[in-house]
């Protein structure tokens, strides 16, 4: 069974970049068509997609998040790893990581999820 | 702003039906993949692929969709129901959206 879990610093300064790895164990990330995605969470507050990668390095990035985004894949070390430049209290969230599966041309589902990392955003 | 419109808090009383909404800005027709989460926890797949539920998830929660709008419905409500729910779709370009979240009370 596939598991996913973030690691990471809980701790960016403002203006720095935000740094997360996802290790994915119990199978590979190589292996099957999926797409594997970051998601954050603000306390109190709703799911926002950040961004996608496939094993081949395409990326797709949330519009409103993509001039700072990059999304990159180890297929060695079996992980995906997030950056997020320039951050700002704004960005203080759970993160998680997700394995995606697409089903024609419109249907997704994101599962597993990682158990979800906090990153606070100060100085 | 969310492209994906579910209302913000919904009660059901323990063993009645619940069904919760996520409308999409489009009349395009589709279908949405749903999570529930509950405190301090990751979110969890319980329906998805239209109607399709997940090994471990019980059968009383179903997915159906008409029109611009998605529901997920709980027949029977139980305690542990009580959690917030999220739909989640993607557009043409790829975009992947979640809804607001709806946060179930189960009285």
């Known amino acids: 069974q596939v598991q996913l879990q973030e690691s990471g610093p809980g701790l960016v300064k403002p203006s720095q970049t935000l740094s997360l790895t996802c290790t994915v164990s119990?199978?590979?990330?190589?292996?099957?068509?999926?797409?594997w995605s970051w998601i954050r969470q603000p306390a109190g507050k709703g799911l926002e997609w950040i961004g996608l990668?496939?094993?081949?390095?395409?990326?797709k990035y949330n519009p409103s998040l993509k001039s700072r985004v990059t999304i990159s894949v180890d297929t060695s070390k079996n992980q995906f790893s997030l950056k997020l430049s320039s951050v700002t209290a704004a960005d203080t969230a759970v993160y998680y990581c997700a394995r995606e599966v697409l089903y024609g041309d419109y249907l997704n589902w994101f599962d597993p999820w990682g158990q979800g990392t906090l990153v606070t955003v100060s100085s | 702003s969310s492209e994906l419109t579910q209302d913000p808090a919904v009660s059901v009383a323990l063993g009645q039906t619940v069904r919760i909404t996520c409308q999409r800005d489009?009349?395009?027709?589709?279908?949405a993949s749903w999570y529930q989460q509950k405190p301090g926890q990751a979110p969890v797949l319980v329906i998805y692929?239209?109607?399709n539920r997940p090994s471990g998830i019980p059968d009383r929660f179903s997915g159906s969709s008409s029109g611009n709008t998605a529901s997920l419905t709980i027949t029977g409500a139980q305690a542990e129901d009580e959690a917030d729910y999220y739909c989640n779709s993607r557009d043409s370009s790829g975009n992947r959206f979640f809804g607001g979240g709806t946060k179930l009370t189960v009285l």
């Open positions: 990668i496939y094993t081949s390095g395409s990326t």
């Open positions: 692929n239209k109607n």
């Open positions: 119990g199978g590979s990330i190589s292996s099957g068509s999926y797409y």
């Open positions: 489009s009349l395009r027709s589709y279908y």
